[in-house]
């Protein structure tokens, strides 16, 4: 158990909807990274915040926000659902953001669009 | 752009010792190497992480030159369990300063009765 806490395992809904992916990072740790991991690919770096701040972007569409609040938690909204959006999303957290830092992920949310 | 390259995929049979090599030519000099280790479905799993010369853990030993430019991953005596997909991890470092962690493409190790 990596003390990262991914909610909800599984998702299925249909094109054009919205879902909401949450993650509650280890305790102590401030800063939280999201990952989009998709059938038999790699595991593709969206966004990062650290203490509520957004502190790194990578390959996140438009379609997709994310924050964290005071608690530390975060979550990753998905609209405008496309069939190839249907992909594992997997959280990360580490106590500081930067070099040398080890990522502690969840088990992931399945997220499945029809 | 820091970038990773390693073989995609490479098989061993069990009891062997296995030799994972990772080229980072762009690693910058405040860069640490970390390899992760991934089942299906799985988020994955730190397995080290060094910066230079030689790191040793209860699973594995990471061997980095001089010049950093590459890494192994040893694993000794690996088992049917160990088959996984492996991914060597450096920083990448915008000009803003902000630091990202980008996996690569990893190394799919099938390990063979």
């Known amino acids: 158990d990596s003390g990262v806490t991914q909610t909800p395992k599984h998702l299925i809904t249909a094109t054009g909807q919205r879902v909401t992916l949450r993650c509650s990072p280890r305790?102590?740790?401030?800063?939280v990274y999201w990952y989009q991991q998709s059938l038999d690919q790699g595991l593709q770096f969206l966004i990062q915040?650290?203490?509520?701040?957004?502190?790194a972007k990578g390959n996140i569409l438009e379609r997709f926000s994310a924050q964290q609040f005071p608690d530390l938690h975060s979550e990753l909204n998905l609209s405008s659902l496309e069939l190839g959006d249907s992909a594992l999303y997997f959280c990360?957290?580490?106590?500081?953001?930067?070099?040398?830092?080890?990522?502690?992920f969840g088990e992931g949310s399945r997220l499945t669009v029809l | 752009l820091a970038k990773t390259t390693q073989p995609i995929s490479m098989d061993s049979y069990e009891g062997q010792e296995v030799n994972i090599t990772c080229s980072h030519n762009n690693i910058a000099t405040n860069d640490y190497i970390t390899w992760y280790q991934q089942f299906p479905s799985q988020g994955p799993r730190f397995i080290i992480q060094g910066y230079k010369t030689k790191v040793t853990n209860e699973v594995a030993s990471l061997f980095i030159p001089a010049d950093r430019k590459s890494s192994t991953l040893s694993l000794p005596r690996v088992s049917l369990s160990d088959t996984a997909v492996y991914y060597c991890?450096?920083?990448?470092?915008?000009?803003?300063?902000?630091?990202?962690?980008?996996f690569g493409t990893g190394t799919r190790l099938k390990v063979l009765a």
């Open positions: 305790s102590g740790d401030l800063s």
């Open positions: 991890l450096v920083g990448d470092r915008a000009t803003s300063g902000t630091y990202k962690y980008i």
């Open positions: 990360a957290s580490s106590i500081r953001t930067g070099e040398g830092g080890e990522l502690f």
């Open positions: 915040y650290y203490n509520g701040e957004e502190r």
